[in-house]
């Protein structure tokens, strides 16, 4: 790629971009205890408990004590007036490394990025990931009304307040730019709801045909009630340590291939029609060493099935604007030849705040070590995961995606 150099001297691309230096592996590191807490619509209990139950939930899977972990990364949109500082007196925790991400969807491949770089650099040995909410009757307008400034000032005073019409605008863009149909949302959402059956811990325990998507009731046009996500209460985790380490513990593990971020890309869309992903591709392809034919299962970040198309196509899966026509050629079951959130995702497994941004990840943890049990993909050892968070009041600021690999004990 030619490059030019910017005022300070630093390489640019043809669109003013720095260009950066080429990431180091991740190699080393092991993803290991990969923890769910079954999801409930409300809860009376606060974001402590679930983070605390995921959190003592890993750690007993991963036959460890508190005292024995030296890292801690948390995820919650409900924790206030606490940060992961205020979680380390709570749970009595004595970390050297510590971080808090407020990114939601994103969160949890951000969350595994900083995490192994922590391993690898002797900063910590052995870091939990947690993210996790409380769902009490007023939690999400309570959310809504101070998600962000954008929202305090420009949208929600004025009675925009939540992402369902943010999402119906993007659909209905989407639609009329690539031909969508709302039965091309529908497979989406149909295949979700039959890999959740399988899924002990999913909210949604129904099945869902199409015909009963097209005939639900409408939310903010062309978007209906199968299309959006339900708040509900949960908590995920999961442990990274290195890969001598969940060796020595005999652990089932997952190594990282390839792990990319991007926030504000495009910024000067007049829409969100592309994510961040788009930037950086190319490179986690390179780094992963693979290409999309390799990869055994996709878990993408779905609070609506049109982000999912989004995502199919960002990440190379199919060129951009044809998802609509890959979804009608492909089954996206776990039994498919296109396995796509296996567990039901957020669509039929609930939508846990900031832990939306991990059930996808935990999940591919699962999936690539042969733990995922009733929603085990048969012969999966390569996985990919996308994240996608922080809607403001036109789109979504944060992206992210990861490819895992099963590792040998």
Not at 104 to 126: E, H, P, Y
Request: charged share 15%; net charge negative; glycine share 12%.
């Amino acid at each position: 790629m030619s490059d030019s150099r910017a005022a300070g001297g630093q390489a640019v691309d043809q669109n003013g971009r720095g260009i950066s230096r080429p990431q180091q592996s991740y190699e080393g590191v092991a993803l290991v205890a990969p923890t769910s807490i079954p999801y409930q619509r409300y809860s009376i209990e606060t974001a402590h408990w679930w983070i605390a139950r995921a959190l003592g939930t890993a750690l007993r899977t991963a036959g460890m004590k508190p005292a024995e972990l030296d890292g801690f990364s948390v995820s919650s949109f409900t924790l206030f007036p606490d940060t992961a500082v205020g979680l380390t007196q709570h749970l009595g925790l004595t970390p050297r490394w510590l971080d808090h991400i407020p990114m939601g969807g994103a969160s949890g491949v951000i969350s595994l990025r900083k995490a192994a770089r922590a391993v690898q650099a002797g900063d910590a040995d052995i870091v939990a990931c947690v993210a996790g909410d409380t769902n009490h009757i007023d939690s999400f307008r309570s959310l809504l009304s101070s998600f962000s400034r954008f929202a305090m000032d420009a949208s929600y005073p004025y009675g925009y307040g939540g992402p369902n019409a943010n999402f119906a605008l993007l659909t209905d863009r989407y639609m009329h730019e690539y031909g969508a149909t709302r039965e091309d949302f529908g497979r989406i959402c149909v295949a979700q709801r039959h890999n959740a059956l399988n899924n002990p811990g999913a909210v949604m325990k129904k099945p869902l045909t199409l015909e009963q998507y097209l005939d639900a009731r409408p939310i903010a046009d062309p978007i209906a009630l199968f299309d959006c996500v339900m708040p509900c209460a949960g908590a995920e985790a999961f442990l990274v340590m290195t890969v001598e380490e969940a060796q020595r513990r005999n652990l089932p593990f997952a190594t990282i291939s390839g792990a990319i971020e991007r926030h504000n890309a495009h910024a000067s869309d007049p829409i969100q029609l592309r994510g961040g992903w788009t930037i950086d591709i190319d490179d986690l392809w390179s780094q992963a060493g693979c290409a999309p034919a390799d990869i055994d299962l996709l878990q993408t970040y779905d609070d609506y099935p049109v982000i999912s198309m989004m995502q199919i196509e960002d990440l190379g899966f199919c060129a951009k604007g044809t998802a609509a026509q890959f979804v009608r050629d492909h089954d996206l079951t776990v039994t498919g030849d296109f396995p796509h959130n296996t567990s039901g995702g957020q669509l039929s497994g609930g939508q846990a705040g900031a832990a939306g941004g991990f059930i996808g990840l935990v999940e591919a943890i699962r999936q690539v070590t042969g733990q995922a049990g009733p929603t085990q993909v048969a012969g999966a050892s390569r996985a990919m995961v996308s994240g996608f968070g922080m809607i403001n009041y036109d789109r979504g600021v944060c992206s992210s995606a990861a490819i895992l690999q099963g590792g040998q004990a």
